[in-house]
């Protein structure tokens, strides 16, 4: 299986240009990748530059060349476009050059610029990117964490002791009062009434 993919990350040598193609839009800008290679005279490794063109298509190469100045870092993932052509002297021209599915651009342009001779970025502005603080986690140190005072833990109160319900008073009960009526006393006996009965009392004696 055949696998036509590339990534490269390096500076715009020049702004990038808008062409288009029938009604097809065309960003095309070129890129600057630096290689270290060992000079065998001197021993000593050289910074050799390798320039890449780009292009990007449609809405999206539109979008992006807002973006881009030259002397910004850029990210580029695509893949590789072999192409020749007919120049105007009658010679036939080739190149391999880079087409582009994301363009990724740096927060800030590379710091070797300056050094890069015709490409460099003196008159670049940098980009800053913005944050927001209220985003950012404080950072809380051992020692901050120790100065805070303490505070003593609170008292806990005792729970409450169940109080036992008490049994309802009773009353004493009276005595019922006795039902039957006292009895009176026999009146005395009249003399009369005593003579009666010892007569009939004497009846009853067998002598």
Same mark, same amino acid.
């Given at each position: 299986?055949?696998? *036509?993919?590339?990534?490269?990350? =390096?500076?715009?040598?020049? +702004? %990038?240009?808008?062409?288009?193609?029938?009604?097809?839009?065309?960003?095309?800008f070129c890129i600057v990748v630096d290689d270290n290679v060992k000079n065998r005279a001197t021993g000593?490794w050289e910074r050799v530059p390798n320039f890449f063109d780009v292009a990007v298509f449609g809405k999206?190469? +539109?979008?992006?060349? =807002?973006?881009?100045?030259?002397? @910004?870092?850029?990210?580029?993932?695509?893949?590789?476009? &072999?192409?020749?052509?007919?120049?105007? +002297?009658g010679t036939k021209r080739s190149r391999v050059s880079v087409y582009a599915d994301t363009v990724e651009? !740096?927060?800030?342009?590379?710091?070797?610029?300056?050094?890069?001779?015709?490409?460099?970025?003196?008159? !670049?502005?940098? &980009?800053?990117?913005? &944050? *927001?603080? #209220?985003? /950012?986690?404080?950072?809380?140190?051992? #020692?901050?964490?120790? #100065?805070?005072?303490?505070?003593?833990?609170?008292?806990?109160?005792?729970? @409450? /002791? %169940?109080?036992?319900?008490?049994?309802? @008073?009773?009353?004493?009960? /009276?005595?019922?009062?006795?039902?039957?009526?006292?009895?009176?006393?026999?009146?005395?006996?009249?003399?009369?009434?005593?003579?009666?009965?010892?007569?009939?009392?004497?009846? +009853?004696?067998?002598?």
């Amino acid at each position: 299986m055949a696998i *036509n993919s590339v990534s490269l990350s =390096g500076n715009l040598a020049r +702004d %990038p240009e808008i062409k288009t193609s029938g009604s097809t839009i065309i960003c095309s800008f070129c890129i600057v990748v630096d290689d270290n290679v060992k000079n065998r005279a001197t021993g000593e490794w050289e910074r050799v530059p390798n320039f890449f063109d780009v292009a990007v298509f449609g809405k999206y190469g +539109d979008a992006i060349a =807002g973006r881009l100045h030259k002397g @910004a870092r850029v990210f580029v993932d695509g893949k590789l476009h &072999y192409s020749t052509w007919q120049a105007q +002297d009658g010679t036939k021209r080739s190149r391999v050059s880079v087409y582009a599915d994301t363009v990724e651009t !740096a927060s800030q342009p590379s710091a070797q610029n300056g050094a890069q001779g015709t490409y460099s970025t003196q008159n !670049a502005q940098t &980009y800053q990117p913005s &944050y *927001n603080a #209220a985003a /950012t986690p404080a950072t809380v140190s051992r #020692a901050s964490v120790q #100065a805070q005072p303490s505070v003593p833990p609170m008292p806990q109160t005792p729970p @409450a /002791t %169940p109080q036992v319900p008490q049994a309802p @008073a009773v009353s004493p009960q /009276t005595p019922p009062a006795p039902t039957q009526a006292p009895q009176t006393p026999p009146a005395p006996l009249t003399p009369e009434e005593v003579d009666r009965r010892l007569e009939m009392a004497s009846f +009853d004696l067998p002598f």
